[in-house]
């Protein structure tokens, strides 16, 4: 067994939250990361998600996904329409071991939820906090995701199309 391997296994998972924000006519938020190859260029270049981010000590999980997206799209015209029965694990890639996430952590475990966008596009502020994770974002159709650069968080995002998809109707 490969030593990044043996050493990935020991480090535990960062406790994290997702959110799949759901427009009215069934489309979900996405935006582009500042901080990965193709931030600033074309809508066909660089990283794509969903915001999420980690719990803080002793913080709900339902609180800490209203708090990352507020934080993240600087917008609280949300409100939880389903949180994700199970926490889904994912492991970094091998080179990120011991750089991503602070080194810390060899993945992250994830409760996702399904929310509801309330407000109108101006409410989203990508600039509301700074550093700003995201530069650019985007409506797009849900079944469309896994086709975008999502990177390895693919499989994630290939699940929560399946386990979500009743929300992507239009209401």
């Avoid at 079944?143 to 999502?150: E, I, S």
Wanted: proline fraction near 9%; aromatic fraction near 10%.
């Amino acid at each position: 067994m490969p030593e990044t391997t043996t050493q990935a296994s020991a480090l535990p998972y960062r406790p994290n939250v997702g959110a799949m924000i759901f427009h009215p006519d069934g489309r979900v938020f996405i935006a582009r990361r500042t901080d990965m190859p193709g931030a600033g260029g074309p809508l066909n270049e660089g990283t794509w998600q969903c915001p999420q981010g980690g719990i803080d000590e002793g913080e709900d999980p339902a609180q800490a996904v209203l708090r990352e997206v507020w934080e993240e799209t600087g917008t609280r015209a949300v409100r939880i329409l389903a949180e994700h029965p199970e926490w889904i694990s994912y492991d970094l890639p091998a080179p990120l071991i011991g750089k991503a996430l602070g080194g810390r952590y060899r993945g992250q475990t994830q409760k996702w939820f399904a929310l509801a966008f309330t407000g109108q596009d101006t409410d989203i502020r990508l600039d509301a906090h700074t550093p700003a994770e995201f530069d650019t974002w985007m409506w797009a159709d849900l079944h469309t995701l896994p086709t975008r650069n999502v990177g390895f968080k693919k499989p994630i995002y290939e699940r929560l199309i399946r386990d979500f998809a009743d929300f992507a109707s239009p209401r």
